[in-house]
Every structure is written in C-alpha cells, then in structure tokens.
C-alpha cells in the first residue's frame, strides 16, 4: 500500500471515531433529556400534593394509627414487617418503605406524598428506557411514558399514601422488565438474576404484579421477537430466537414467585374479611361486572370523567348491556388477532390490558367497589402500547401526518394534565375527596360512612355522626359504619356503642379489630368475664 493510501485510510478512522462518538452522546443525551422531562413534568404536576393530609380510608390503619409503624424502623418493626397483614395484604416492602419515611421524617404526611410523586416519576422514566430500548423508537415510547405519567386515572396510586404499594411495586418491576431485556440481548445470568430479584420485590410491595411472568412472554413475542411463530417484519430482532423449552424454563422462577403471592394475597384478603370468595355475590354478577369493568376501563382511558375513590357496586345490570360489552371486547380482540403477523403489538398491548386486569376484575370479589382507577395503573400502559404504535404505524405508511399525530398526541396530553391537575385537588383531605364522590354518587352507604370518618377526625362529631346514621339507613350491614360510631360513642356512651360493635361482629365474625374493640367496650361497662373472652377471641384471630 502507498504512503499516501495509508494517509487516507488513516484519516477516515480519524473522521469516523469522532462521528461515531458524536452520534453515541448524542442519542444518551436524548434519551437523559426525555427521561428529565418526564421526572420533572411528574413532580411539577403533583407538587401540590406535598401540603396534602392523610386519607381517613385505610391510611390510618396502615400508617396513622398503627402503633408498629410509627415507631419507624428497627429491629422489631423489621421483623413485623414481614410476619403480618397490613390493611389486608401482606405487602412487607411497603411497610418498611413507610417505616424509614417515619425514622427519618416522623409521622408527618408530606414526605410520604413526595416519596410517591418521586417513585411514579422514576417509573414513567423507566417505561421510556424500557419501550424505547426495545423498540429503538423514541416518539412512541415517550408517548407511553408520558401518558403513564399524567393520565388522571393514575392519581389515586400516587396521592393517596395508602397506594405506595403501587408506585413502589411499579418500579420494581419496571426495573425487572429492563433486567430482563438486557437479559435477552446477550444472555448475561447476572441480569436475569438482577430481573428475578426486581420480581420478588414487586410482589413484596404488592401482589397484583402477580402477571409479570405474562408480561414477559408478551415481550418476548413481541417486541423482542424471541420465538418465530410470531416472527414478522414488524418485530425487532436484537435477541436471538429460542426454542420453546428455553422461554418456558426462563419463566419458572418468576412464575414461582407469583403463585406464591397469590397463595400468600388470598389468605391476607381472606383473614382480613376482605374477600367475598365466590360464595357471597351470584357467579352471574361477577361475570357481568368483569365484563362491563374491561369496557369501563377503556372508557376512563380514553375520556377520563368522573372519577372516584369509590364506585359503588352495582347487581342486577341489564342483560343487554353485558352482552353489548361481551360483544365489543370479542370484536376488538379478534381483530387484533387476525393483524397479529402485520401489526403484533396490538395483540401484545390488548392482552398485556387484559391479563394485568384478571386479579382486581372482580371474578374474586375483594371489598364492595365495582372498580378502582388504582386498577389501571399497570394495565393502561399496554394499552397505551397497542394504541399508540398503531397509529406510529399508520403515521409511518403517510408521510405527511406524522406532524398531525403528534400534536394530537400531545393535545391528549394536555388534556390529561388540565384534568390531573383538577381532580388532584380532591385529594387535599377525605373530605374533599368523599365530598366529590357522594356528588356522584349521593345514595351509597360507604361513601357516608367515610365522610363520617373525615368528619371524627376534623373534632365534628354531630356531623360525623349524621353520615354514619345516613350510612346505616342506606346499608344495614355497613361494617365501617357501624364501627367507627361505636368508637365515636365508646368514650361518652359505652352503652349505646355496644350493640354496634356486635353488629360489626355479625357482618364479619373474623375481625380480630370488631372483637377487640367489642372486648374494650364491654370492659368500660364492667363485664369483666365477657370482656376477657372477647380479647382471647381478638387475639386467636389475628394469630390465625
């Protein structure tokens, strides 16, 4: 080669490792850049919620008015943390999470709400990270991540501190789902490990995240492209296909984890009363109300009105109407099935919404709500996927609406954020919050009993004891009613307070909490013996 081949050769490398180096910085910069927006855009949204108090809808039982938790963490509440049920799960992550907030911050609502707020905003940056790294498209995966993190439904995980079981589980397994793809990229065991362990966290801070396992055979179908059956132009080969005896073997751990939180979940709900099982409403009522929760979802995800903390449950629904949504949900899911070879991840995102929606459905019936925007938290980001890639690939077949899609898109985000930053309000205190849904929905008995609640605990007592009675009238059997006046009437009127307490017995025989305080108002009226069965009683419960 001549001297002056080997100058130019020289010179190309010279020219291309700057480029090269230029064009690695300026993707991480991107993506580092997306990543803030998204964080921040979370925090300035929900920064009003850092002056928000406590809900008095199982806030105090978890964190308020637990004596273990507000002792913060140490030795003892460590081990508590994992050996009990807190609010009818056993969710130990979260309550140590709670623990440190009181060791470092004390009891005080503030920290909590801003920990939640920073826990979502890691999460809608780690769903970035994770759609764009897939997919290697930027648009659509910070379409994803940007609805996740502002679309209204998602307030009730982040500003009510009770939920931190949301957004903490949320991030594990956000992060475990990351693991897992760089897992598939070179099968490194380190990150597979890394991506088991993200999955036991998860399911320690909440066991919904039970259908991680599904979600991972979606990813590897698509995006990923893992096995060929589902192979097309459309999916992103960067992992190497396997055979179907290597995905299935992946999965056991996981798919181990999760049945032992759901085994462990059922018996939480189960021992806590909770839990209706399939014995207290018509399995026809079940089926009807799963079927119409799917199509309420979808309606909430796309014109999101209306919401609540509580939606009453609701029987007797016309026929006509289950089979219209029967009929709806079948004809979206059959087209998704004939587009699976040209548009895969409109299968993926539609059963990603379906599958993560199967525990809170409502076949297992778990409280006496229809449906809870909590709910959505994990499903709506599949469907965000199915929705928004479709349109990318219509986009990407006309050029000249690409500029028209995004800023609808980000019309749809605006949207989102006005509607966010309105009802976020709401949750200033319980009873601004069950102020806004006995508006919606003014003849329920729950929704009074809680505004009685908000009511004792701002020194009310004549109202509070106005809703309670308003509580009873519309529901008879209405647990929290009849328990929280009694508390209210045991310091003054024992006597009155009593046969509430046995009604709260009645309607759950299994509440270590309806014995105990039963035992405490027998022993203010001086029956001694009864009292001290009641506490044995309290006590064989809760061991149980």
């Known amino acids: 080669m001549s001297s002056r081949s080997s100058e130019s050769v020289l010179a190309a490398k010279e020219t291309v490792r700057p480029n090269a180096r230029f064009a690695v910085w300026h993707v991480f910069t991107v993506d580092a850049l997306l990543c803030a927006i998204l ?34 963490l140490n030795w003892h509440t460590f081990r508590w943390a994992f050996r009990s049920y807190t609010g009818a799960l056993w969710q130990p992550l979260t309550m140590l999470s709670f623990l440190l907030d009181v060791r470092l911050f004390g009891p005080s609502p503030g920290p909590m709400h801003l920990e939640n707020v920073l826990l979502h905003g890691l999460s809608a940056a780690g769903w970035y990270v994770l ?5 290697r498209q930027t648009i659509p995966a910070f379409f994803v991540a940007a609805y996740f993190a502002v679309h209204p439904a998602h307030i009730e995980s982040v500003a009510w501190i009770t939920e931190r079981k949301d957004v903490l589980s949320m991030l594990m397994l956000v992060i475990s789902l990351i693991c897992y793809w ?28 039970v259908t991680l396992p599904v979600l991972l055979v979606l990813m590897d179908l698509w995006p990923l492209g893992r096995t060929r059956w589902w192979h097309n132009a459309s999916v992103i080969d960067q992992a190497p296909a396997v055979g179907l005896l290597r995905l299935i073997f992946e999965k056991i751990p996981f798919a181990a984890l ?17 839990m209706a099982g399939l014995g207290g409403r018509p399995i026809s009522d079940r089926i009807a109300t799963a079927i119409l929760g799917y199509v309420r979802y979808l309606g909430t995800a796309f014109w999101p009105r209306n919401l609540s903390i509580f939606y009453p449950y609701q029987s007797n629904m016309p026929a006509a109407t289950v ?37 809170v459905i409502g076949i297992v019936q778990v409280g006496s709500q229809s449906m809870a925007d909590r709910y959505t938290y994990l499903p709506f980001v599949g469907l965000s996927v199915a929705i928004i890639w479709t349109v990318t690939n219509f986009v990407n077949r006309r050029s000249y609406s690409g500029m028209i899609a995004i800023l609808a898109g980000s019309a749809g985000l605006v949207g989102c954020i006005i509607v966010s930053r309105i009802y976020l309000s709401c949750w200033a205190n ?14 329920d008995a729950t929704i009074e009993a809680e505004l009685g609640e908000g009511y004792r605990f701002a ?4 109202q509070a004891i106005e809703h309670y009675d308003r509580s009873l009238q519309l529901n008879p059997n209405q647990f929290t009613a009849h328990t929280n006046l009694a508390n209210l009437l045991l310091p003054y009127f024992p006597e009155m307070a009593l046969p509430h307490y046995r009604e709260a017995i009645r309607i759950i025989p299994a509440s270590s ?3 105990y305080n039963y035992a405490l108002c027998l022993e203010k009226l001086k029956q001694n013996d009864a009292a001290q069965a009641e506490f044995a009683k309290a006590k064989q419960l809760k061991r149980d």
């Open 39 to 72: 964080f921040l855009s979370v925090v300035a949204l929900y920064w009003p919620a850092r002056s928000f108090s406590w809900i008095a809808f199982d806030d105090p039982e978890v964190v308020f008015f637990n004596p273990h938790t507000l002792r913060g």
């Open 131 to 135: 759609w764009k790294g897939m997919t």
């Open 182 to 209: 760089r897992y598939t990229l070179e099968y490194s065991w380190g990150a597979y490990v890394a991506s088991v362990i993200f999955c036991a966290l998860a399911l320690l801070s909440k066991p919904m995240m």
């Open 258 to 274: 999760a049945l032992g939180a759901s085994i462990v979940a059922l018996l939480s709900q189960s021992s806590a009363g909770a």
């Open 323 to 359: 089979f219209a949504a029967a009929l709806l949900l079948g004809l979206i899911t059959a087209f998704a099935v004939r587009l699976r070879k040209r548009q895969p991840y409109l299968l993926a995102g539609w059963i990603w919404y379906l599958v993560t929606l199967v525990p």
């Open 430 to 443: 319980t009873l601004t919050l069950f102020g806004e849904a006995a508006n919606l929905y003014p003849s």
């Open 459 to 462: 020194n009310r007592p004549d």
């Open 513 to 515: 909490k309806a014995h």
